[in-house]
């Protein structure tokens, strides 16, 4: 019954923030699991970037340094990432998920939303 769903733009330019928001139906932001950000580039596998926490705290991976920013909107229920200056490698089709224990175990996850940087 939890729906988890992607939105925000298709193409991006390359050095432009790509934003993109998960909003979560049938259940809130706040109970105990780890609201999650995960690509897959064309032809690749699956590339964890981070989550938020039903804590409040959030986390991104240290492969994308400083260019993540992972945010939540209790209000609305739902979280958010922004990838900057992005590059034709960040071309990939983008889910978020929730991780039921901090492990990476998904039980939940969107359809996923196509996002392509290109001029």
């Known amino acids: 019954q939890v729906q988890l769903q992607e939105s925000g733009p298709g193409l991006v330019k390359p050095s432009q923030t790509l934003s993109l928001t998960c909003t979560v139906s049938?259940?809130?932001?706040?109970?105990?699991?780890?609201w999650t950000w995960i690509r897959q580039p064309p032809g690749k596998g699956l590339e964890w970037i981070g989550y938020?926490?039903?804590?409040?705290?959030?986390y991104v991976s240290p492969f994308f340094k400083c260019r993540t920013s992972i945010s939540r909107d209790t209000s609305k229920n739902q979280f958010t990432l922004q990838l900057s200056s992005v590059t034709p490698e960040d071309t990939a089709v983008y889910y978020c998920?929730?991780?039921?224990?901090?492990?990476?175990?998904?039980?939940?996850w969107g359809q996923g939303t196509q996002v392509t940087v290109s001029s």
């Open positions: 998920a929730r991780d039921q224990n901090g492990g990476s175990v998904y039980d939940y």
């Open positions: 049938c259940a809130s932001i706040t109970t105990n699991y780890y």
């Open positions: 938020a926490a039903y804590s409040g705290g959030t």
